[in-house]
């Protein structure tokens, strides 16, 4: 059974411009959560899809949005990138029933160095 | 409220000794309570987990202890092993996790 599949797994872009992150979760999956994880601030939520909607929000800028496709594939994009975007990208995916968090699994994660 | 609180942030552990690592929560509407390990270049990888209507679940080398009156819960690693160095985080969550800052565990060979 295939995992979770970010890709890319490095990026390096520039101040100002944006970057699209893409999550394949494990088939059968329809919920795609993602999360920061930076050395100062550790793990923390972006946002939760499911069925192509965007179910639970964290408290991150508008800059950071995302979005799912009809098989469940979801990308995350981030505009106008700061030095602070700087992180591991995880996503992680779930059945997305009532007990959304039990099997939830994570990917490797996109590695993002903004310079 | 939305915190999880960990400790420590570092622990030394010798080969086949026990590592405790604690956790704290705030929101009593949590219900689900999982550790994670994470090695370098990886994501965290679930260990094991617990509900809040079990006082302890043990899986192989791996215990969590629960107590909900305390709110505290923490993860035993019996007889560690070097393999077993990584971070381990803590979490607690109903729709989303809300993490712990981490422990960076070394076994000494």
């Known amino acids: 059974k295939a995992g979770v599949t970010q890709t890319p797994r490095y990026l390096i872009k520039t101040r100002g411009q944006q970057v699209t992150l893409s999550c394949s979760p494990i088939s059968g999956h329809r919920s795609v959560s993602w999360y920061q994880q930076t050395p100062g601030q550790g793990l923390q939520f972006l946002f939760e899809?499911?069925?192509?909607?965007?179910?639970n929000k964290g408290n991150f800028p508008g800059r950071f949005s995302g979005r799912q496709f009809s098989n469940s594939r979801s990308e995350m994009n981030v505009s106008t990138l700061e030095l602070g975007d700087s992180a591991l990208y995880l996503c992680?995916?779930?059945?997305?029933?009532?007990?959304?968090?039990?099997?939830?699994?994570f990917g490797s994660g996109t590695r993002l160095t903004v310079v | 409220q939305q915190q999880v609180k960990q400790s420590p942030q570092s622990l030394i552990v010798q080969k086949g000794g026990i590592s405790i690592i604690n956790c704290a929560y705030e929101n009593t509407a949590f219900d689900y309570f999982p550790w994670y390990q994470q090695f370098p270049g990886k994501g965290p990888a679930l260990l094991i987990a617990i509900r809040p209507d079990v006082s302890e679940k043990k899986e192989g080398r791996f215990t969590i202890s629960f107590n909900k009156s305390a709110k505290q819960f923490s993860l035993h690693i019996m007889d560690s092993q070097p393999g077993d160095s990584a971070t381990y985080f803590c979490?607690?969550?109903?729709?989303?996790?809300?993490f712990g800052t981490g422990t960076r565990l070394k076994v000494l060979a």
């Open positions: 979490a607690a969550g109903t729709y989303k996790y809300i």
């Open positions: 992680a995916s779930s059945h997305g029933g009532p007990k959304n968090l039990y099997g939830y699994t």
């Open positions: 899809y499911f069925s192509e909607t965007q179910r």
